[in-house]
């Protein structure tokens, strides 16, 4: 069973910064994508980031030109980095890999953003 661990969750001022990183149990070179997700309170799970094997990357509109999704084949390691958080960023972020037969999720982090 592969196993997805998100960190560096918290609370941060509006403009603020956070990376958040994704840790996988097995290697993460063979999905065909490697994904970020948030979902607000009362709101449907919604994606935020994408990166395909061949490294294509998509962004939902919202977080272009703030958020950038990249991995470490390396480590395991797929990662968020958040920049000019505004408060409607504020909500629990998942990780996801998909395979061709399957897809696997993390626990998530939260991320709050307020003054």
């Known amino acids: 069973q592969v196993q997805l661990v998100e960190s560096g969750g918290g609370l941060v001022q509006p403009g603020g910064s956070l990376r958040l990183s994704c840790a996988a149990s097995?290697?993460?070179?063979?999905?065909?994508?490697l994904n970020w997700y948030r979902q607000a309170p009362g709101k449907q799970r919604d994606m935020v980031a994408s990166?395909?094997?061949?490294?294509?990357?998509n962004y939902t509109d919202s977080v272009k030109g703030r958020f950038a999704i990249s991995r470490d084949n390396a480590k395991n390691t797929v990662y968020l980095q958040m920049n000019n958080l505004k408060p409607e960023d504020t909500a629990v972020y998942y990780c996801?890999?998909?395979?061709?037969?399957?897809?696997?999720w993390g626990q998530g982090t939260q991320v709050t953003v307020s003054s």
């Open positions: 996801n890999a998909q395979s061709v037969f399957t897809e696997y």
């Open positions: 097995t290697s993460i070179a063979g999905f065909y994508a």
């Open positions: 990166m395909s094997r061949q490294g294509r990357i």
